[in-house]
Nanobody
Framework: QVQLVESGGGLVQAGGSLRLSCAAS????????MGWYRQAPGKQRDLVAT???????NYVDSVKGRFTISRDDVKNTVYLQMNSLKPEDTAVYYC??????????????WGQGTQVTVSS
C-alpha cells in the first residue's frame, strides 16, 4: 500500500508564497507521475500540476509562471512552490501519485488534502 502525506498549507495574504510537500511511504517499487490537484468549495477537483519520473512537467494555465512543481525521487516526495498567490487559489490541495507498490498493481493514490487560503 502507498500512503501520501501532505504538509505546508495555511493562510497567506495575496501576493505571498507557500510551499507544499507530499511524501509517499510504503513498500513501493516505482512511482511515475506525481502531482497536485485542488478543489475549491462547491467545485470539482482540478489538475494544478504534474511531474513525471523523467522530469516532464505540466501546469494548468492559471498557475503557469507562478507555481513550480518538483520532486525528489530518493525521498519519494513531490513539492509545489506557489508564488504570487491569489484569492482564487484558495482550495484544498491534494497530492497524487501513480505508483507500483510491492505485491500490487499500478494504481492511483491520493493524499488527505491540505487547505490553502489566500486572503485579499
Amino acid at each position: 500500500q502507498v500512503q501520501l502525506v501532505e504538509s505546508g498549507g495555511g493562510l497567506v495574504q495575496a501576493g505571498g508564497s507557500l510551499r507544499l510537500s507530499c511524501a509517499a511511504s510504503g513498500s513501493i517499487f516505482s512511482i511515475t507521475t506525481m502531482g497536485w490537484y485542488r478543489q475549491a468549495p462547491g467545485k470539482q477537483r482540478d489538475l494544478v500540476a504534474t511531474i513525471t519520473n523523467v522530469g516532464r512537467t505540466n501546469y494548468v494555465d492559471s498557475v503557469k509562471g507562478r507555481f513550480t512543481i518538483s520532486r525528489d525521487d530518493v525521498k519519494n516526495t513531490v513539492y509545489l512552490q506557489m508564488n504570487s498567490l491569489k484569492p482564487e487559489d484558495t482550495a484544498v490541495y491534494y497530492c497524487y501519485a501513480f505508483a507500483w507498490p510491492v505485491a500490487r498493481n499500478w494504481d492511483d493514490y491520493w493524499g488527505q488534502g491540505t487547505q490553502v487560503t489566500v486572503s485579499s
